[in-house]
Structure formats: structure tokens, C-alpha cells
């Protein structure tokens, strides 16, 4: 199962997701952008939440023009009330974070894109590999019982 990544951001900041998309283009991570994963004509909200909702970390490019967007907050707001981590990319200065956020730490990607975007990758990474190496213990964990419970029956027949 592939590390699942949303990313919430205003249109008007769309430059900025496609390069956030580029390093974040791995086998094992799926970005989901509406933008591109929500075909024409397909209800927008229901397919937003249930990813948001499915997601492992829930990036946030914040800007004025995400502040000022009718769907970011309620992005946030269903990402924070279901616990989902959020990583707030910050992509103007001078811009605090909204409400039930403001205390996160954030990166400050106005400082140096380029490094923050590796930054952001790194912890991506890391983080996808966690999440392999704890489904992998988890399926040799159910294995050994499997077998366990197959010498158990095997024995008492």
C-alpha cells in the first residue's frame, strides 16, 4: 500500500503544486492533487474528504491565495479533526498559519524553495519507508500465527 500524500493549496498556486508533485514522484507515494485525481464531472467534495481522510500526511501549501480559498480551510479542518499530520509548506513570509494550526511547526519555503522541497522529499521518504517496514512486520507477524495455528491443528488431530 503506497505512503498516500494530500496536498491542499489554492489553483492560483497550481506552479507550485506541480513542483511539489515532481519531487515527490516515487513508486511508493501517491500524491493526490485534485486538480488531477478528480476527473470532470465527478463530485468534488466527497472524493476531497475521503482522501484527506485516507491520507498519511496532509501537506498544506499555504499562501494568500490558499488563505483566501473557500476550500482550504475546510481541507484543514477535516484533516485536523480527523488527526491526520499536517506539514504546512509556507510559501510567503509574514503569513501566520489559521487557527487550530498556528502552533505547528511549518517549513518556511519562501526562505529557499529548493531546499524546502528536499527537505519536504526527505521526510517523505522516510516516512513511506516506516510505513512499508511496519506492513511488512505486520504481515510476518500474521504469518507466524498462521503457522502457529496450522502446527496447533495439525497436533491436536
Request: net charge positive.
Amino acid at each position: 500500500m503506497p505512503y498516500s500524500v494530500f496536498v491542499s493549496y489554492s489553483t492560483k498556486d497550481i506552479p507550485n503544486v506541480d513542483q511539489l508533485r515532481q519531487f515527490l514522484q516515487f513508486p511508493d507515494v501517491q500524491c493526490f492533487v485534485s486538480e488531477y485525481a478528480v476527473k470532470p464531472g465527478a463530485p468534488l467534495a466527497p472524493t476531497i474528504k475521503t482522501s484527506i481522510l485516507a491520507c498519511d500526511l496532509f501537506i498544506l501549501l499555504w499562501s494568500k491565495n490558499a488563505a483566501a480559498s473557500e476550500w482550504v480551510p475546510q481541507e484543514i479542518g477535516i484533516a485536523h479533526a480527523s488527526q491526520r499530520t499536517i506539514l504546512p509548506f509556507v510559501l510567503e513570509p509574514g503569513l501566520p498559519l489559521p487557527g487550530f494550526i498556528k502552533e505547528l511547526r511549518y517549513v518556511a519555503a519562501y526562505q529557499n524553495q529548493q531546499q524546502s522541497l528536499y527537505q519536504l522529499r526527505e521526510t517523505v521518504l522516510k516516512n513511506s519507508m516506516t510505513k512499508q517496514n511496519q506492513q511488512s512486520m505486520a504481515a510476518l507477524a500474521i504469518g507466524a500465527l498462521l503457522i502457529l495455528a496450522l502446527i496447533a491443528m495439525s497436533k491436536s488431530s
